[in-house]
């Protein structure tokens, strides 16, 4: 009913950005929260950043890129996105979209969505 799609993942150096997008489509009636997580070989998956509105919008990021990470959505679009500044070689991951208590136009309660996931590779 639901589907994310992300880009923007590929190789870049340390020190270097890239902006991932993720473009949420479907049965929306409303999105409460998105997030960005990371996956890295031998480790757990985390949150890297999420962005939640209600009354007001609400960012949250993982300590390790607080000061590097921006993360922010169009609403119009059903897209968030994460731009990463700085990256590091231990940021090497598969980065994954979240769509959390989302609202359906046909179907009652709140669900989850997961993306496919994007490689982020970063070289030293």
């Known amino acids: 009913q639901v589907q994310l799609v992300e880009s923007g993942g590929g190789l870049v150096q340390a020190g270097g950005s890239l902006r991932l997008s993720c473009a949420a489509s479907?049965?929306?009636?409303?999105?409460?929260?998105m997030g960005w997580y990371r996956h890295a070989p031998g480790k757990q998956r985390e949150l890297v950043a999420s962005?939640?509105?209600?009354?007001?919008?609400?960012?949250n990021y993982a300590d390790s890129v607080k000061g590097r990470f921006t993360v922010s959505r169009d609403y119009a679009k059903n897209t968030v996105y994460l731009q990463m500044n700085s990256l590091k070689p231990e940021e090497t991951a598969v980065y994954y979209c979240?769509?959390?208590?989302?609202?359906?136009?046909?179907?009652?309660?709140?669900?989850?969505?997961w993306g496919q996931g994007t490689q982020v590779t970063v070289s030293s």
């Open positions: 979240n769509a959390d208590r989302v609202l359906l136009t046909s179907t009652p309660g709140y669900y989850s969505y």
């Open positions: 962005i939640t509105s209600g009354g007001s919008t609400v960012t």
């Open positions: 479907g049965s929306i009636f409303r999105i409460n929260a």
